[in-house]
Structures are given as structure tokens and as C-alpha cells.
């Protein structure tokens, strides 16, 4: 009996933590992939005035100094910053699917082809003004690649998107709608 009476409780808590708004102004990750030295993380973001959307991280972390002391390697140290620019992706999980479809689309253009993204600059954990994000296909040795680049009003940053990191992020997106089919 205590089972059962246990189990119910954990259903209810389940059933009130699932049905509860997002709260504003708070990142909730849907999925992240790691791509060499880079993180690239799908969200949703709802604003102060209740908008809501999905986004697509592409985080970028500049090593401003990097030293090592001797051949030993015992001293070392670096200065790094995070640099993150958000592209828009839709406020519907329909919509962001959409735009990780036309990511793949890109890879099919020749090099050289650039478009651009509406996005948002990231300002520790919540979102900041908006930005745009110049993405251009280039050719490596490996394949095609998506180039972003990105203007944080001091510098411009890059990050560089595989044809790969794309489809895992779409699986990652078609797993969690399978698990959460009431979101958005």
C-alpha cells in the first residue's frame, strides 16, 4: 500500500512539474553537442513580456593568453573569454525544426554562398540585444562546413558547423519531442 500511495505522489509531482510555465528570463536546454573545441546547445528562452522561442547556441570560447612555463608543463596558465551568439530558430518546436532543415539545405550550395540569421547576444545566462549571423559555406579538407560569423560590438567571433553536428542536433530535437510532445 505504501507503494502505491508512493507512486501516486510521484506521478501528481510529475504531472504538476510538467504542466508548469517556463519561467522567464531562464534558459531551458533541449539538447547540446560538442564539436572540437566548441559547444553548440539548442534552448528555449522565454522573455520578461512573455515571448517565447527556440535557439541555437553558438558559443565560442577565445583564448586571449595561454601560457606554459618550461618543458615540464608545471606552470600553466590561460586567460579565456566566452563569446556567445544565439540564432534565432522559431517560436515553435515546427519553426525550429524548419531552420535546422534549412542548416542542411546550406551544406548543398557551393562555397562561397552567405546568408544571414537573426539572433540574440547572450549576456551570461539570459539574452541580450539583438544581433545577426553571417553564415557562409566553406570547403575544407574533410567537406563542406557552415562559417558563422558573429559581431559582439568590440570584436567578431566565429564558430564553424559541421553537416554532422547538424543531424545530431535534428535527432537530438525529434528524441525530445518524442519524450516531451506538449511542448511547444
Not at 546547445?41 to 527556440?54: H, L
Not at 590561460?78 to 530558430?89: A, G, N, P
Not at 544571414?116 to 559555406?137: H, N, Y
Request: glycine fraction near 8%.
Amino acid at each position: 500500500m505504501k507503494r502505491i500511495f508512493a507512486a501516486a505522489i510521484f506521478a501528481c509531482i510529475a504531472l504538476f512539474a510538467g504542466a508548469q510555465d517556463i519561467p522567464a528570463g531562464i534558459r531551458m536546454e533541449i539538447t547540446e553537442v560538442e564539436q572540437d573545441d566548441n559547444q553548440f546547445t539548442i534552448f528555449t528562452y522565454k522573455d520578461e513580456d512573455g515571448t517565447f522561442a527556440y535557439y541555437l547556441s553558438l558559443g565560442r570560447e577565445l583564448k586571449l593568453i595561454e601560457v606554459a612555463d618550461g618543458e615540464d608543463g608545471i606552470f600553466n596558465a590561460s586567460l579565456s573569454h566566452v563569446d556567445e551568439t544565439c540564432v534565432w530558430l522559431g517560436t515553435t518546436y515546427d519553426e525550429a525544426m524548419g531552420t535546422l532543415e534549412h542548416l542542411l539545405t546550406l551544406f548543398d550550395k557551393e562555397p562561397g554562398y552567405s546568408t544571414e540569421f537573426s539572433g540574440r547576444l547572450s549576456m551570461v545566462e539570459k539574452l541580450g540585444k539583438p544581433t545577426v549571423a553571417r553564415c557562409v559555406v566553406i570547403k575544407r579538407l574533410l567537406g563542406k562546413h557552415l562559417f558563422f560569423l558573429f559581431d559582439n560590438g568590440r570584436y567578431t567571433a566565429n564558430a564553424e558547423l559541421t553537416k554532422g553536428t547538424v543531424k545530431s542536433l535534428i535527432t537530438a530535437m525529434k528524441f525530445d519531442k518524442k519524450l516531451h510532445p506538449n511542448r511547444q
